[in-house]
């Protein structure tokens, strides 16, 4: 993975863009979500953060890890939240910002994580219903994991752009559900290791560009609930992970 890499000034960032605050100790940290609403030279106007998950609350005055997700990269830096004045009811300040960094050189950060998963490979067109009965998936396990998708070892054939249907048996990770739909981006064979597939996540909002209307009806809701706010908190999930490894020295 590669280390963390300071961005020279300027860093531009965007109206509406979204942000994940992390605020607290490590192991009692809270996370929180906003978008920037207006930008100053010194300072960046956020809607009032809302509570996702976690165990610190968020003050005004405290200082807090901010973390944006881009196309290119993950990015982070320091700042302080502070009250309006006189206070908002919807409105936020982030000053004393601090140096911002790259923290991955992927859109989603991505860690080396082993993760048991089963799949099956869902038949181009589908023509029937598909259960979520395990015993009829393939065994494996993941070599990293993201937000996006993950690299697993293949112990069966799989090609590119084959649509996968996966199970996560044992809650490994809070925000990873228990059932997903994929898509097969590569396959090759590791030098020295096992043959591997990267394979991404499909959103509930991108799924009418993999399946029919028609085959979306045979495939189990469960398995179709992957949408933006579930991704995001996976995103922090993994983040989180991420920094406590960085404050460890062990990435």
């Not at 993950?74 to 601090?98: C, I």
């Not at 994929?182 to 399946?211: N, S």
Request: contains cysteine; charged residues 30%; hydrophobic residues 40%.
């Amino acid at each position: 993975m590669k280390s963390a890499s300071v961005i020279s000034p300027p860093f531009a960032f965007h109206i509406w863009e979204r942000l994940q605050l992390l605020v607290g100790d490590e192991g009692k940290e809270g996370f929180y979500s906003c978008r920037i609403a207006d930008i100053t030279s010194d300072t960046l106007v956020i809607d009032r953060p809302l509570f996702e998950r976690g165990r610190s609350l968020l003050a005004d005055g405290r200082m807090v890890i901010v973390h944006c997700t881009r196309a290119d990269a993950a990015y982070a830096f320091t700042a302080r939240v502070q009250e309006t004045r006189p206070k908002s009811a919807d409105r936020m300040f982030l000053q004393e910002l601090g140096e911002v960094r790259r923290l991955q050189r992927r859109r989603f950060v991505r860690l080396d994580k082993v993760v048991q998963v089963k799949y099956r490979v869902l038949s181009d067109p589908l023509s029937k219903t598909i259960g979520l009965c395990t015993s009829e998936m393939d065994e494996t396990r993941s070599l990293n994991v993201s937000a996006g998708g993950m690299l697993i070892e293949v112990r069966t054939e799989l090609r590119v752009d084959n649509r996968l249907l996966l199970a996560f048996e044992r809650r490994v990770m809070d925000n990873l559900p228990p059932h997903l739909v994929a898509i097969t981006r590569h396959v090759r064979v590791l030098e020295g290791g096992p043959q591997v597939a990267g394979i991404e996540f499909i959103l509930r909002e991108d799924l009418p560009r993999h399946f029919t209307g028609r085959e979306l009806e045979l495939i189990p809701e469960a398995a179709l609930a992957f949408d933006d706010r579930m991704q995001n908190r996976l995103v922090s999930e993994l983040f989180a992970e991420q920094l406590v490894l960085r404050q460890k020295g062990l990435l």
